[in-house]
């Protein structure tokens, strides 16, 4: 309401100042020079905003670009057309993901061929095992067993002989000499059956369970082996299929009939986001596909007015000649980005929700009222007649002849009338453009312009 007055102020100060300085002292009375005049009345003041707004969906299909990386497009539908299930929408660049199928088929087969050879690996470990704990050594084990029983029986041999030679030489048919040899042949026949026997405690306890150690380790190492090989082949196997559904994305087409439109790009872009030839990338909205039962308006509401918009407000959507109520339903807490593209004005999104409406489309410009709030029965002037002093703001009262000066209290107001909440009854005629007409208000403007320029350029600024 300040800034309605103060602007409105401004100005006619600026045109009366020059005269103001020639206007005599005995001048500067209550006499009304004539002029336009307003009856205060009691009335009903409808508080709103009006911005541009524009249509849009509170229900959309998004239609995705669900391919990895910077897409180029090659063909898509014209926004604004009525598509059937089937019906192609976009196609994508397939070149890179063929070359990759390409590349990803090779990988695939040489990674199954790794794993198979793997697996033979394992297996042959596994084998491997089994065929030294059963087989070569119980070969090894039969083997020296034997070598004991043989030196064993040497032994038994030796120590007879050795009798049989001690017996001899008692009756002096066998001499020392053939006794010490009997005696060497038994110690030697004891050696090698104690060869034998530590050769089979060290199979037993050390070389089996080393070999064991050692061919299950072999079988770790390509039981691991094998794994990686599969996981390997795995990932392949996938990497292969997504591109392989990739190229499936690369072609995408409607899954059920209707309007399909492209997505709002940034203000600030000079292109669209959806052309062809254009590059997209994954997760990147191509299309939208709107519900046309579920209507509403996004408009941008200046950062001066923002604070007196809640949801809930009523409001009034102009579509050319067609008049529609709507409410509001969202009112956003962060401004939309200002820049050059908006003339650095800083605007908050409202969303205005409509009823159900045939012939609305999304894209379509329309006005919106919102009704921030409505004063009934009470004193209201138009904004002429007020005059923003230095002690408040005035309006001069007048019977016809004379122009009496009343401060006033005021209230809210919209772009025509201001609420007066004091000095002022119904019934009572004001002077509108009281600048023009009234030459105490002259007077008084002149002094507070000149206060102003004594005081420095920041008195000025109303």
Do not use: C, D, I, N
């Given at each position: 309401m300040k800034k309605v007055v103060g602007t409105l102020t401004v100005l006619l100060l600026t045109a009366a100042v020059v005269g103001l300085a020639l206007l005599p002292e005995s001048d500067a009375d209550q006499t009304f020079r004539g002029g336009p005049t307003h009856t205060a009345r009691r009335q009903q003041v409808t508080v709103s905003v009006m911005e541009q707004g524009t249509l849009e969906s509170s229900s959309n299909v998004e239609i995705k670009c669900r391919v990895r990386g910077d897409n180029t497009i090659t063909s898509v539908v014209e926004s604004g057309a009525i598509v059937e299930p089937g019906d192609v929408l976009v196609t994508l660049e397939t070149l890179a993901i063929d070359e990759e199928i390409s590349e990803r088929?090779?990988?695939?087969?040489?990674?199954e061929s790794q794993a198979?050879?793997?697996a033979a690996d394992v297996a042959r470990a596994k084998l491997a095992i089994r065929e030294y704990e059963e087989g070569r050594f119980v070969k090894e084990l039969a083997d020296l067993q034997k070598q004991l029983a043989?030196?064993?029986?040497?032994?038994l041999n030796a120590r007879n002989r050795l009798k049989h030679s001690e017996m001899m030489q008692r009756s002096e048919y066998a001499s020392d000499l053939e006794v010490e040899e009997r005696n060497f042949a038994v110690d030697?026949?004891?050696l090698n059956v104690n060869l034998v026997k530590t050769q089979i405690d060290v199979l037993e306890n050390f070389t089996k369970k080393e070999e064991v150690v050692r061919l299950k380790g072999e079988l770790a190492v390509a039981e691991a082996t094998h794994e990686a090989d599969v996981e390997r082949a795995l990932a392949d196997k996938k990497r292969l299929e997504r591109a392989r559904e990739e190229l499936q994305y690369c072609t995408i087409a409607a899954q059920s009939a209707g309007l399909v439109i492209y997505p709002n790009s940034e203000e600030w872009k000079d292109a669209p986001d959806v052309e062809e030839g254009a590059t997209v990338h994954k997760d990147q909205i191509l299309l939208l596909m709107p519900d046309l039962d579920q209507m509403q308006v996004k408009v941008g509401i200046h950062e001066s007015m923002i604070d007196r918009i809640a949801p809930g407000m009523k409001a009034v959507v102009t579509l050319n000649k067609t008049v529609m109520?709507?409410?509001?339903s969202f009112v956003a807490s962060v401004a939309k980005p200002a820049g050059w593209w908006t003339g650095n004005v800083v605007k908050y999104d409202v969303i205005v929700s409509?009823?159900?409406t045939d012939g609305l489309k999304p894209g379509m410009s329309v006005e919106v009222e919102i009704l921030m709030a409505t004063h009934n029965d009470v004193v209201a002037v138009p904004a002429a007649a007020v005059m923003e002093t230095a002690d408040g703001f005035a309006c001069w009262v007048t019977d016809g002849v004379t122009a009496t000066r009343r401060e006033v209290t005021l209230g809210d107001s919209n772009d025509m009338l201001i609420v007066v909440t004091e000095g002022i009854s119904a019934g009572e005629d004001v002077v509108l453009d009281p600048l023009a007409n009234v030459p105490a208000a002259q007077q008084e403007a002149a002094r507070i312009m000149q206060d102003a320029a004594s005081q420095g350029p920041s008195l000025i600024d109303l």
């Open positions: 088929t090779k990988f695939y087969h040489l990674s198979a050879r793997s043989v030196a064993e029986s040497r032994l030697q026949a004891e109520e709507g409410e509001v409509l009823p159900q």
